[in-house]
């Protein structure tokens, strides 16, 4: 075994390699060297040559930004006019509910009762003009921010049971207590608008929704045969009034005691606005004509109607 290849060494045969000359067809070693062809290309393999002149290769890919910028710019376009579409369905429904309300309001009106000058004389015996209307003022100012503290602990819980429902209570609630205030100033002021229950009750809708006075002597603001037109200004304007006033009127936005704060407030505004009207055309007691009781209405409605308002607010 002396001088013989060790087993680790020996070259074993590769069958199936290029069985050229160990040198190469081109003078190269055989690990530097590919196959031992000549050199032809095989039909469709690869080439190093440049592909300008070729029909057959696939046309370069253009630059995507443009499309992705035309693509976003489309679904942007949509998405705006979706948001457009859901604002104007969602308009239509505000509209609806808020013209629903006026309605309601405009039928409570005739039912809400109101004390004549005799009665509230007897009520606040010596009193004067002022001294009684400071009292009807802060009567309502605390009905109202009772009916805004009680609706808005109830909503302030942790599943509130109809938000709309809750501040639609609130809305007919507040109107009533104020109609009611704007009536009774009225009286003591000696400012009753002339004709019946429906008159008088579509006179103090325009003062309460306009927060300005009636002035007797203008026939236009005591306007109240209630036909269509009528009726639809009416509405109109009341719808103005809420929407004017709705962000006032979700206490339970911001919980009990704020939403009693804000509508006590606002009832306070409501009243000096109406009352500086007032002021300018009263007429003395002592040179009031007497003035027949006022009627009662069929169907009165009652405060306890209005969740968490007193019996007789002004008291």
Known sequence: MTGSTPPRKRRFPLWGTDKGPSD???????????SSGTGAVPAGSASLEPAADRSDLPAPARNAAPVARRRAAVIRDKAA?????????????????????????????????????????????GLGPEEIADKLVTGAANATSTVGAGIGAAAMLPVP?????????????????????IAELHEVYGLRPPGGLKDRSTAYLRSWSGE?????LKPSTINSALG??????????????????????????VGAVVGAVMNRRDTRRVAAKVRADL??????WDELRELPALEKPADPLTMGEIPGSPEEPGR
Do not use: C, S, W, Y
Not at 24 to 34: I, L, Q
Not at 91 to 107: N, Q, T
Not at 167 to 181: D, P
Not at 229 to 245: A, G, N, P, S, T
């Open 24 to 34: 190469g067809p081109h003078g190269v070693r055989d690990d530097e060297r590919g």
């Open 81 to 125: 006019g979706l948001a457009r579409e859901g604002a104007r369905q969602g308009g239509k429904r505000a509209r609806a509910g808020l013209g629903h309300l006026a309605d309601r309001i405009i039928d409570l009106a005739p039912r809400v009762p109101v004390r004549d000058l005799q009665t509230l004389r007897r009520q606040f015996p």
């Open 161 to 181: 049971p109809a938000m709309p429902t809750e501040l639609a209570a609130e809305i007919t609630g507040v109107a009533a207590i104020e109609l009611k205030l």
């Open 212 to 216: 300005r006075g009636v002035d007797v």
């Open 228 to 253: 269509g037109q009528m009726k639809r200004e009416l509405r109109q304007q009341i719808m103005k009034r809420m929407v004017r006033d709705l962000p006032n009127l979700m206490p339970f936005m």
């Open 279 to 284: 002021r300018r055309m009263q007429v003395p």
